[in-house]
């Protein structure tokens, strides 16, 4: 166990996942604040994609849980919530490492439909959908204000009508972040957002994070291989290794510490010298 | 030419029914990638549940035709949707994780048992209804051919036309339509998002069953008989329909559904009413050969 602050979001305890033999997580603790980003970084097979899998339902964890406080939900266990209700009454919402857009839908209907809550709520099992009924028109309304305020903000509005398989890698990234504010969410998950981003792309991303942490106050857990992102924004580090966490602190805690040199950053330095 | 019309209406017709049936087969498997062959079983419920329907309208005496047909209507989609819902819960959904092979056993499985049931429960008898709706129109005669158009057959293209337009919209304006087409294309994806997926599964049964509903009735009005074997031929033709319109597309279904009604009808009239399942199982087959993705389908591409 350990302790919580007051503005925790997510609380990690002794998390531990195996599948037979292998252990994947390792009696991992941790805990992620609101308003901050906290980056998940360890070589690959480390179980950072693992990690993310307990917290979205993939995975029911062996031993150990995590829990969400929610400010009007109280304490939930995401462990024991079914895949739809982490993203609904939890407002924990991911992304993956390949992306996964509803590709033959347009991108404003892909930020539709992650805005089944109010939308549904309203319908009522369509009919009202299909007479246009007052209630309706206006959750629809609202909803497609929210996904144009989204779109705007990252770029997006002159897209709006394309189908999302048709755009390019870093457009659809961005999309796929859209998507999951849509959600409303509390936590956001990103599984390595910035792979195959050029350079200003991920300055742009760089720039999103701090926006959405600070002045949004999500709580942001970010698995990264790119160092420029995972230095420059985050708050806290949580370095793993073969399902261990072997360190723990703030980026310049992180870059100076030995264990962390030995298992990862120096073999990237030694690859670089050599590329 | 009068002969060629003639055929053109029933097959018209015909086609409007196996299109319903169809829809119903396409949405399952767009959404859970699986053939539902109790489909024709749910067609067949209700049209056993449309013939006690007419027969307690008569014993309560109601006999404005347009209100019988909607109570007709809506109670057959009522009882036949819950049947849809039921199965879904029942066979499918405890497979959901299971090879793929498994939740098409317990399809086979759920067709006889419903068959059987609607034969111990119903009497093996065929069953005869009064007609609704007689009379037609004659468009024209020619060369001592008349043409004649039945007002059911009307009923039934407008109906059709209806439920296709509304249907249409349903899943192309509304947020269940996007649900929809969400968990058919990524329902992982859909679930982390926040969507039902469960719920969204159950709804699309539903509404296919009350699709085949619809079919149920016309078809009992149509024809006046009805028994328990109905469902097998005429769901198999329905999955023949979806296949050659693309199995996974809506207005596949419906095309591959006028299509085959089409067929159907001119083979019997020009060549050989006995052979007329046999015109549609070659196209089965045909199409099954040399384009499996069917017309308005797209080639599956494997996921990696």
Not at chain 1, 79 to 96: C, E, K, P, S
Request: aromatic content about 8%; proline content about 4%; charged content about 15%.
């Amino acid at each position: 166990m350990i302790e919580t602050p007051q503005n925790t979001l997510l609380e990690v305890n002794n998390l531990t996942m195996r599948f037979g033999g292998l252990t994947a997580l390792d009696d991992l603790s941790l805990a992620v604040p609101a308003g901050k980003v906290t980056s998940i970084i360890g070589p690959n097979g480390a179980g950072k994609t693992t990690f993310f899998n307990c917290l979205t339902g993939f995975y029911k964890p062996t031993v150990g849980d995590v829990v969400m406080h929610h400010p009007q939900h109280g304490k939930l266990i995401l462990n024991q919530l079914a895949t739809h209700r982490v993203a609904r009454h939890a407002g924990v919402v991911r992304t993956f490492q390949n992306i996964r857009l509803f590709p033959s839908m347009t991108v404003l209907e892909n930020l539709m439909v992650a805005q089944y809550n109010a939308l549904q709520r309203a319908s009522r099992f369509s009919l009202a959908g299909l007479l246009g009924l007052s209630g309706y028109r206006r959750a629809n309304e609202e909803a497609l204000a929210k996904a144009t305020t989204w779109l705007e903000r990252l770029g997006l509005i002159d897209r709006a009508n394309v189908a999302a398989g048709n755009l390019s890698y870093g457009t659809q990234r961005r999309i796929e972040i859209a998507r999951a504010l849509c959600v409303d969410p509390l936590l956001l998950c990103l599984d390595e957002p910035a792979a195959g981003l050029n350079p200003r792309e991920s300055a742009e991303l760089n720039e999103l994070l701090l926006y959405l942490s600070r002045e949004h106050d999500k709580g942001i857990l970010l698995i990264e291989h790119d160092m420029s992102v995972v230095m420059r924004v985050s708050d806290q580090i949580c370095v793993l290794n073969f399902g261990h966490k072997i360190a723990q602190g703030t980026p310049h805690e992180i870059q100076h510490d030995p264990n962390v040199i030995k298992a990862y950053l120096g073999e990237e330095e030694t690859e670089e010298v050599s590329a | 030419m009068g002969q060629f019309i003639q055929q053109l209406i029933n097959g018209l017709t015909l086609g409007a029914v196996y299109g319903l049936i169809a829809l119903g087969y396409t949405m399952v498997y767009g959404i859970i990638g699986m053939i539902n062959f109790a489909h024709g079983d749910i067609y067949m419920v209700s049209a056993i549940i449309s013939v006690t329907a007419l027969t307690l309208m008569s014993a309560l005496g109601i006999s404005a035709v347009p209100l019988v047909l909607a109570l007709v209507l809506i109670i057959a989609i009522a009882f036949t949707s819950v049947y849809g819902w039921a199965v879904e819960r029942t066979a499918y959904r405890p497979l959901r994780n299971a090879s793929r092979l498994a939740p098409l056993i317990s399809a086979i499985g759920m067709s006889i048992f419903l068959q059987n049931m609607v034969q111990v429960t119903q009497g093996a008898r065929v069953k005869p209804v009064p007609t609704l709706m007689p009379g037609g129109i004659e468009l024209f005669t020619h060369a001592g051919f008349s043409v004649h158009l039945a007002y059911t057959q009307i009923m039934i293209c407008v109906v059709t036309v209806v439920l296709m337009v509304a249907f249409t919209g349903l899943i192309t304006r509304t947020s269940f339509g996007r649900q929809q087409r969400a968990c058919e294309q990524d329902r992982t994806m859909a679930s982390l998002l926040g969507i039902d997926v469960d719920k969204t599964i159950s709804y699309t049964f539903m509404l296919g069953a009350a699709l085949a509903a619809v079919a149920g009735v016309m078809v009992t009005v149509y024809y006046g008989v009805v028994d328990f074997s109905i469902g097998f031929v005429a769901g198999i033709k329905a999955f023949t329909a979806a296949v050659l319109g693309g199995v996974g597309s809506l207005p596949g279904a419906m095309l591959g559904g006028v299509l085959i009604g089409l067929i159907e009808s001119y083979w019997s009239a020009y060549l050989s009413p006995e052979y007329k399942d046999v015109a549609t199982f070659v196209i089965l087959i045909l199409v099954l050969m040399f384009r499996p993705s069917g017309l308005l389908g797209r080639p599956e591409v494997e996921k990696v």
